[in-house]
Every structure is written in C-alpha cells, then in structure tokens.
C-alpha cells in the first residue's frame, strides 16, 4: 500500500505541474561559465523542482505515516480517482506521448528503489515519536509490519540489478573483497560512533555489535566466493534456506529469539551472524528472478505487458506460497529471516515493482527530480538520514515531544535531507558502490 501511495503521489505531481502549467523537470547544473544569467535559472530550475517534489511527494508521505495513518486507505482511493482523472484529461492534451514511449525497466527499478529508500529514511526516525503508529514499527519476534520490510527489500532491491543478474562478470572474489571493504568501513564507524555517544541500539535487531552494514558485507563476500550463473543462483538459493529453515525448526529459532547469550562475539551477535544465511538465499533467489524476469535472452528489458503480467504473476505464487508457510511451517520472522519473511518480502517487492511498472503506461509519469537524486545516491541519502536520526535523538527527547513538535521536527528533518541531496546531486557528485 505504501510503494502504491508514493506512485500516486508521484503521477498527482506531474499531473497537476502539466495542468497548472508548472515545468516539472530539474535541470543538472553544468553550465558555462560565461553566461552568469543561465547559471542562474539553472540553479533555480533544479531548486524549485526538489521543493515541488517535497510538498507533493515527501510530505504528504510523512502525514500519511503520521498524523493520517488512520486515513491511508481512504487517502490511497482519493489519490487513485484523482490521478486517473487528471490522466484522462492529460492525454487528450498531450500529443507528444506516443504509443511504446512506456518507461523503460530500468525507469521503474529507479522508482522503486527510491521510494524503499525515501520510506525508510521516513520511518528511521518518526517511529521514534509517539505519533508513528507502533503498527509500522519492527515486530519483536513474529509478524509482519512496514519497517520488517526495510533490510529484506534493500537486499532485494540491490539482487535483482546486480551484476550477476544482468549475467555480468563481476571479476574474481578478489575484487568482490575489495568492493566489500567501504560496507565494513560503514559497519565499523557505526560501532564506534553508537558507542561512543552511548546511543540507544535495539540488541535484539542484529546484536550487540552488528549491524545493517555487517550483513550487507557478508552477503557480498559469499557471493564473490561462490560465484555463479545467475540461472543457477535459484536451486542454490533454495538450498540456502530450506537448510537454514530445517536448522530454525530444530531449535536454533528458540534460541534466536531467547535472551541467552554467551561471551563469545558469536552468542552476542547470534541474529545478526545467523540471519546471514537466510538473507544471502534471498539475494540469490533475488538475482535469480531479475535474471529470468527481466535480464534474460527471452525476456524484454521494458516494462511491456507480458513482463507486467510475469511480475504479477510470480508475486501471487509467492503471496500463496507466504501463506502456506506462515500457517504451516513457522511464522514471518525478520529477526531470524526464515523462510516465510524471505518469500514474503519477494511477494510484497515484486507486487511493489509490478505497480511501478504498470504505471509506466500513464501519461506524463517520468523519474521526479528528488527521485533522480536519490536514484544517484542512494547510499548517501541512508547515511545523511541515519547521521541526522542520531542527532535528533541525541538533542530531543522525541518520547515525550507534543504531536506538534513531532511533526514540525519531522518536516524539517524531510526537507533537509531532500534539500541536501537534490543540491549533492545537481552538484555532480555521486555516492554508489554496492
């Protein structure tokens, strides 16, 4: 509901910007330096472009998280009939858009990726105001809600464009270990900083010493090392987590989830270390479907109808398949990333790219000038969310702050990190290793 909410919210901001007769496109900022007067409009192009993308993009996003997590699914069927009412109109207008000019796949990964990366950055610090519904947060030990979603999709997200995918080479595992080592560089300043400062961190997410960063690092060493075809990645994938969930079923899940821990760095870090195994099935399972479903000789890079179809198609096996497992094998557990939260993520995200997809086919829907942004830096934009989260933590006793404060905090932490990123990346720089 939420990657469908930020994709109306999207196509609501070009259809009005084409109706109202506003210029929707952000212009990067190369230019003479002889003509002072284009640099100028350039700047204020790509400036007013961000800020339209934050009041119709992020900031409805954040109420919907907040204030109006109650009026979701109403705001979700206003936003619908909204679009496809201002689309129809469009279209009759807009003569430039012809037959087969649908976005491409690549266009639509972008989407999707951004919105991930623009919900999580949200979430990461409103769930630490009263006024985040505790609904969204991260279950404890079983059960599903919007952040368990975060590390299991970013996984995802990154297996089905990878290299190995697209049947790339990526080099031998030597390479693979150096690419690694800027994710152990994160994971270890991270360490330090949290502890330095006493930050508060949720032991029973990773343990006491890992992190998001770590198990990133992990699944790339693995898969410089066991480096094969992507069509294979699928049976080895499988075989990853059927060996991992048999593992969970005889008592290691009971251990996961207890409070025991043992002085080794093992037993302190037991979820971080164990979940390994079953988010590195995901990425391979991952790269296997990008592989067949997009990237494949028999298959079509754009997002036509019958990739559309495939997509759908292959979520809702997934859905039955999460389901199943859930009822019968053991419950969704993030925290141990069995089997039913891997293929759970898989049908949500592939549901997700499938309504990204789809709506490639409306009129005057193209990448906004925040999500090219991000799009470039998507690395950046999760480190500058986490430093600012810290601060504000460090600086604001967030439990006890007025609804109001809340949501003033929020807005200024959203326009930053837009405002920042938009000025990073029309200023040419660009941060993406993984």
Known sequence: MTFLLFQLLVLLRYSIGFHCKIDNNGVKAVTSKKNDDEKIVISRNWKAAISLDFIFIVFPMLLFFTVLSEWVYHGTVLLSLLVLILSVTAKRSFSGLQRGQSLSFRASVSSYRVALMLITCLCILAVDFTIFPRRYAKTETYGT????????????????????????????????????????????????????????????????????????????????????????????????????????????????????????????????????????????????????????????????????ARVFLVSLLLWIVTILFDNYVERISRRTCNMPYVTWVLAQDLQALGIFMLSSYIPLNKLSSLEEAIDQNLLATFLL????????????????????????????????????????HFSGFRLKFW
């Open 145 to 308: 809600s919007l952040m368990d979603l975060g590390v299991g999709s970013f996984v995802l997200a990154n297996a089905v464009v990878s290299r190995q995918a697209r049947d790339v080479s990526s080099g031998n595992w030597i390479t693979g270990i150096k690419a690694t080592a800027p994710l152990l560089l994160l994971g270890f300043i991270r360490l330090v900083t949290t502890s330095g400062v006493d930050y508060q961190v949720h032991v029973t997410e990773y343990g006491v010493h890992w992190n998001f960063f770590f198990t990133l690092a992990a699944i790339s060493i693995l898969t410089s090392f066991v480096n094969i075809p992507a069509k294979y990645c699928g049976l080895l994938g499988f075989a990853v987590l059927a060996g991992y969930q048999t593992w969970l079923l005889s008592g290691l899940n009971t251990y996961l989830l207890s409070d025991e821990r043992g002085t080794d760095i093992i037993s302190k870090n037991k979820e971080g270390v164990y979940s390994i195994l079953g988010y590195w099935g995901m990425y391979l399972l991952g790269v296997h479907l990008g592989y067949r479903l997009f990237y494949g000789k028999h298959t079509n890079i754009r997002s036509t109808t019958s990739s559309i």
């Open 385 to 424: 969310a986490n430093l600012v989260t810290g601060m504000v933590n460090l600086t604001v006793d967030t439990i006890f702050a007025s609804p109001f404060s809340s949501l003033l905090i929020l807005t200024a932490y959203a326009f930053a990190l837009s405002a920042i990123i938009g000025t990073i």
